[in-house]
C-alpha cells in the first residue's frame, strides 16, 4: 500500500550500533556524543560506582536472574582492565529515564519519587559510556535503622521502568504519596453524620412543641395582664360623661304604688324646694290614696305628694319635704334646639337608675298622642314633641332630655317599639332608636302652671273636630260634644268667621293633615297667642286669623 509515500518509521525501528539501516528506506543519523562538562558533575544515583554506567532495567532484571559473580556480559577476548559491554545497545533517542522522550514515544507518567540517598558517583554522560568527573562523596550519614516490619524505601533509580503498571503500596497509590484512609472511619463518619440529622430533627420536633404550647397556653408560671394606669376623673364639661356627672346629681327614680297598680318613672328637680318634674302617666298609678317613694342619686329616700298633674300635656309636678342639698337640673330652649344637635337621656329604664344614653335630635315638631286607654279619651295627651334616637325604654319616662351644655331640652315621654308593643315573653318592649320628648318651653309654662295654680290651661281654637274625616286637613263637625253646634259661640272660632264643613289645612303655614295634628299645632302654643289658619271652604282657599282661648286642664 506505499505506492508513492515512503512508510513512516516506527518506534521500534531504531538504528542499529553498527549503523545500518533495518528498514533500508530512512537511514538515520546516529546521535552524536554529548559533550561533557566538568563544571557541572551530576551526582549518581547510590550503588553506581564513579565512572560506572546506570545499568538498565533489562540489564537488572538480567543481572538478577544470572548466577551470582555475573554483573555482565565481556566481549569474548577482552582483557581483564577493559570495560564490560552493556546488555543493551546504546540508546540514540535518549529514552526516559536518562533523556526526554523520542519523537514517537508517548510521554511517561509523571513520577514522584521519595528523597533519594546521598549521592556516590558522577552520573555517566547521556548515550556514552564517558564518565563526568566525580565528586568527592561526603561523609555518609548513619540514617537511623527502619522499624521492623517497614518496608525499605523505594529506590527511585534501580529497578525504574516507565511502562510498567505502578502498584499501589500501602501508604497510598505508587508515587502520590497519598494515605488510604481505613474503611472503618468513613463507616464511623456517616454513622456520626446521620445521629447530627437526627439529634437536629428531635431538636426541632420538641422546640415546635414546646412553643407552640407556650403560645397555646399563655406561658409557664403567674399570669399578670397589661392594664393602664390611674388617670384623673375629670370629663370635658361637654363630653357624655361630663354632661352626665354635671346632671345625675339632680335626676331621680320614682317608685309609685296604687291599690291596682304600681310602676316606675324618672323625674328631676326643679328647685331648691323640693318641686319635682315628671309624666302624668307616672304618677297615675298612684290616684288619690297611693304612695310615691322618690330615690336620689346619693341613694336618699323621700316620701312624695301630688302638686299637679295634667293628662291632655302628660306632665306631673311631685314635691319632696325635709331634703336638703338639692340640685336643681338647669333648664334650657327648646326653640334653640337643630336637627342633629347631640342630646343625653338619662333615666331608669326597667328600674336600673341612673342610666346614660346618647344620641341625636333627629327630627322636631313631630305631632304625637299617647295614652287613650280610657273610653272616653281623658287620658289622650297630644304632644309636638322632639324625636330622638338616644335610647329611651320604659322607665325613662319623665326623665330629662339634656343638651350638649346639660341643659334640659325636652322631657322623655313615649316611645315608639315594634308593631307588637311587647315582646313574645309578654314584657314591655324596648326602643328602637323612636323615642320622643316634650318640648322644655310647653313643660316649664305648664308645671308653672301647675305649681302656682294646681292645674294647667289648655289653648282653644272653640270649633268641635270631626275625627271621623279621612281627606287631607281637620274638617269642622257638623255638632258639638254635647249635641250643640260645633262652633263655640263668641269663642275664637267664632270671631274668626269659622264654619262647620270648614277644612282646615294649615297654622302659621305649617300643613296639618288631620284633626290630631292641628291639636298638637294649637297645644303647643299658649292661650292668647295669634294664630293665622288656611282652610277651604266651597272649594274656594281662605286664611283666618284669630286669638286663641283658654280652658281648664282636668
Not at 532484571?61 to 581483564?80: H, I, Q, Y
Not at 370635658?236 to 361630663?242: E, Q
Not at 309636678?317 to 334650657?332: A, E, H, N
Amino acid at each position: 500500500m506505499n505506492e508513492e509515500k515512503p512508510p513512516k518509521a516506527k518506534w521500534w525501528s531504531r538504528p542499529r550500533p553498527d549503523g545500518t539501516d533495518p528498514d533500508g528506506d530512512f537511514p538515520l543519523a546516529r546521535p552524536r556524543p554529548p559533550e561533557t562538562d566538568p563544571d557541572f558533575p551530576l551526582a549518581g544515583p547510590a550503588g553506581v560506582p564513579p565512572g560506572g554506567e546506570v545499568p538498565s532495567v533489562a540489564a537488572e532484571e538480567a543481572r538478577s536472574e544470572a548466577p551470582s559473580g555475573a554483573e555482565g556480559v565481556r566481549d569474548e577476548g577482552a582483557g581483564e582492565g577493559e570495560r564490560v559491554r552493556p546488555l543493551h545497545d546504546p540508546d540514540p533517542y535518549s529514552t526516559p529515564p536518562y533523556g526526554e522522550p523520542g519523537p514517537w514515544a508517548p510521554a511517561p507518567p509523571v513520577q514522584h519519587p521519595t528523597v533519594p540517598p546521598p549521592a556516590t558517583g558522577a552520573l555517566p554522560a547521556q548515550g556514552t559510556g564517558t564518565p563526568l568527573p566525580a565528586e568527592v562523596p561526603p561523609a555518609p550519614v548513619s540514617a537511623p535503622a527502619p522499624a521492623p516490619g517497614t518496608p525499605p524505601a523505594a529506590d527511585p533509580w534501580r529497578r525504574y521502568d516507565p511502562w510498567a503498571v505502578a502498584a499501589a503500596g500501602p501508604t497510598g497509590p505508587a508515587g502520590h504519596g497519598g494515605t488510604v484512609a481505613p474503611r472503618g472511619r468513613g463507616r464511623t463518619r456517616r454513622t456520626l453524620a446521620g445521629f447530627a440529622v437526627l439529634l437536629a430533627l428531635v431538636s426541632g420536633t420538641v422546640g415546635g412543641l414546646v412553643g407552640a404550647y407556650l403560645e397555646r397556653n399563655g406561658g409557664l408560671g403567674t399570669v399578670e395582664l397589661p392594664q393602664a394606669g390611674k388617670e384623673p376623673a375629670g370629663r370635658d364639661p361637654d363630653s357624655v360623661a361630663g354632661i352626665a356627672a354635671k346632671a345625675l346629681p339632680g335626676v331621680v327614680t320614682l317608685h309609685v304604688s296604687g291599690a291596682e297598680e304600681a310602676g316606675t318613672g324618672t323625674g328631676f328637680v326643679l328647685d331648691t324646694r323640693g318641686h319635682i318634674l315628671t309624666n302624668n302617666h307616672v304618677v297615675a298609678p298612684a290616684g288619690t290614696g297611693g304612695e310615691i317613694s322618690v330615690t336620689f342619686h346619693s341613694g336618699d329616700t323621700a316620701e312624695a305628694t301630688v302638686v299637679g298633674r295634667d293628662s291632655g300635656y302628660d306632665l306631673a309636678v311631685v314635691k319632696v319635704t325635709g331634703v336638703r342639698g338639692l340640685t336643681p337640673v338647669p333648664l334650657g330652649n327648646s326653640d334653640n334646639v337643630q336637627v342633629g344637635d347631640p342630646v343625653v337621656a338619662i333615666g331608669a329604664p326597667f328600674d336600673l337608675a341612673d342610666t346614660v344614653t346618647s344620641g341625636i335630635i333627629s327630627a322636631k315638631e313631630r305631632p304625637i298622642t299617647a295614652g287613650g286607654e280610657k273610653a272616653d279619651g281623658s287620658d289622650v295627651s297630644y304632644v309636638d314633641a322632639l324625636q330622638t334616637d338616644a335610647p329611651i325604654n320604659p322607665g325613662n319616662s319623665g326623665g330629662p332630655l339634656l343638651d350638649s351644655r346639660g341643659r334640659v331640652i325636652g322631657i322623655n315621654s313615649a316611645i315608639r317599639s315594634a308593631d307588637s308593643g311587647a315582646d313574645p315573653e309578654g314584657g314591655q318592649a324596648g326602643s328602637i332608636g323612636l323615642g320622643f320628648a316634650i318640648p322644655v318651653n310647653q313643660g316649664k309654662r305648664v308645671a308653672e302652671e301647675l305649681i302656682n295654680t294646681g292645674h294647667a290651661t289648655h289653648p282653644v281654637i272653640g270649633v268641635t273636630l270631626d275625627m271621623s274625616y279621612t281627606g287631607d286637613g281637620a274638617r269642622v263637625g257638623a255638632r258639638g260634644g254635647d249635641g250643640g253646634p260645633p262652633v263655640t259661640e263668641g269663642g275664637p272660632g267664632d270671631r274668626a268667621g269659622l264654619r262647620a264643613g270648614d277644612v282646615i289645612t294649615a297654622v302659621d303655614g305649617r300643613r296639618v293633615h288631620n284633626g290630631e295634628e292641628l291639636i298638637v299645632r294649637t297645644r303647643a302654643h299658649r292661650p292668647g297667642d295669634r294664630l293665622e289658619l288656611t282652610l277651604e271652604r266651597d272649594g274656594e282657599v281662605r286664611k283666618v286669623s284669630l286669638v286663641l282661648g283658654s280652658s281648664d286642664g282636668d
